[in-house]
């Protein structure tokens, strides 16, 4: 199909109303499916350690509940292949309902687990498998959702447009937190027994919210006009690795970022309240929402920065930022002056890393036409993030039993930042690339884009 065709059976743009509604439902499932991902996060360094895994041995037993963390991360490059290819041959709203609906009746079969003490190692298997499917939800979200408000938003205002999807996981992971307070407060003998099981089954809350919010959602221009020009990919994955696989590698390089996340959230939690440091466990629980009650603010600031500047000198500035703030957090954390720990924390999250967390889905999504743009966020993005979730493990490690080698964590992260550094650095800058031309490679000394992309496969 000629691209005379192409243009004379477009469809007109899109009524103003539809970046909002687009954004508003990615931020609404967002905050809704992150809240089930990461109360997990919080039961595993807390919890799960004393529920699901051998008391007789406690430092073990952590390191495992940990790693049961990471295990959805493992998962997720699974879930990518297949839902990135259902969601550019079926279409990004059709994959945003299925994993909201997934993710919240998971979540809620966790809370209805039995104990180890009640079932013995069935227990942790079980809570496996539920975070498998948690993992294999996460890996379609973000990046449908992304891929709607990318392709609802106007050309000039992508960046803020789609940073909304990852300021919802942030509103999440404050929501998941909050409730977790209260419990985590809760005496022992209560918090083991019964206590942890009421943030899970909550979440059958979300199953029905996502079927709501989110059955309604109309899906994208972009799309629809792929769809009516018989422009949509047969073979996604065959197409993405034919044209984009650089791209694919260097969003792989560049999601490792999301150690940061995952140090920050996960790791930090269960050091500052092991017996080596001894912090206040409510304490930490509220300098995680603090720092993400900032970075709702930051996030939009450095997204709509973006759209001004380009997208690699902001996403750089948080990832050199991050790498220095880890030492002074980390460092923050064995003065046990709260002061000083809330100070750097919501400065380390909650402002620089927003300027790295808040971009990428705007720079990793215009990296690829709309023909393969989920699967190549999606797969980028999960093998990505699968390694930064089991960085936790990892750091660990590293850091011993006592809890002495944090300085190694710091380097270790630090070292992750320089990586999604270069690997942003040496990416093309589209931030002014128009939304046709996203993902088309241009001929060298040539103006006009390769076409071998925008014909039917």
């Known amino acids: 199909m000629s691209a005379r065709t192409t243009d004379s059976s477009a469809p007109p743009p899109p009524p103003a109303g539809k970046p909002r509604k687009a954004a508003l439902a990615a931020w609404v499932g967002s905050a809704l499916e992150y809240y089930d991902f990461f109360i997990y996060g919080s039961a595993a360094a807390l919890v799960f350690p004393h529920v699901f895994f051998d008391p007789d041995d406690p430092a073990t037993a952590t390191l495992v509940s940990l790693a049961s963390f990471g295990v959805a991360y ?52 079980l809570l496996v498998l539920m975070r498998v499917l948690q993992g294999l939800s996460a890996a379609g979200e973000q990046a449908s959702a992304n891929s709607m408000t990318l392709e609802h938003a106007p050309e000039d205002r992508r960046g803020y447009y789609t940073s909304f999807t990852l300021n919802g996981t942030q509103a999440g ?115 995680g929402v603090l720092a993400n009650t900032a970075a709702l603010a930051a996030i939009p600031l450095w ?18 930022g991050s790498a220095v703030m880890v030492f002074v957090h980390l460092w923050a954390l064995t003065t046990g002056s709260y002061p000083l720990i809330f100070l750097t924390g919501i400065v380390f999250f909650g402002v620089v890393y927003s300027a790295a967390n808040g971009i990428w889905p705007s720079l990793y ?81 040539s103006g006009r884009p390769d076409t071998a992309e925008s014909v039917p496969a």
């Open 74 to 125: 493992a998962a997720r490059p699974v879930g990518a292949l297949i839902l990135g290819h259902f969601g550019d041959r079926l279409g990004r709203r059709k994959i945003m309902v299925f994993t909201l609906i997934l993710m919240g009746l998971s979540t809620f079969v966790i809370g209805c687990l039995p104990s180890y003490a009640q079932v013995g190692t069935a227990a942790p298997v």
């Open 173 to 287: 992971q404050i929501i998941a937190t909050l409730v977790f307070i209260p419990v985590a407060a809760l005496p022992d003998e209560q918090l083991y027994s019964w206590g942890w099981r009421i943030p899970f089954l909550l979440s059958a809350v979300v199953a029905v919210a996502g079927h709501v919010i989110r059955r309604r959602l109309e899906e994208t221009p972009a799309f629809e006009r792929a769809a009516a020009n018989d422009g949509v990919a047969k073979l996604p994955l065959a197409e993405l690795m034919r044209h984009h696989w650089a791209d694919v590698l260097r969003v792989v390089a560049a999601a490792l970022i999301a150690t940061v996340s995952t140090i920050f959230s996960v790791w930090t939690l269960s050091y500052a309240t092991s017996d080596a440091v001894g912090l206040d466990q409510e304490a930490m629980l509220w300098v």
């Open 303 to 320: 997204a709509r920065l973006s759209d001004r500047i380009g997208r690699k000198p902001v996403f750089l500035t948080g990832a050199i």
């Open 365 to 445: 999504g215009e990296m690829f036409s709309t023909r393969v743009r989920l699967s190549g966020m999606a797969i980028g993005t999960q093998i990505g993030f699968a390694v930064a979730g089991f960085a936790v493990s990892l750091a660990e490690r590293i850091a011993g039993p006592d809890g002495e080698g944090w300085l190694g964590v710091a380097v270790f992260t630090a070292a992750v930042c320089a990586v999604t550094t270069i690997a942003v650095a040496t990416a093309r800058e589209t931030h002014r690339v128009p939304t046709a031309e996203l993902g088309l490679k241009r001929p060298p000394g």
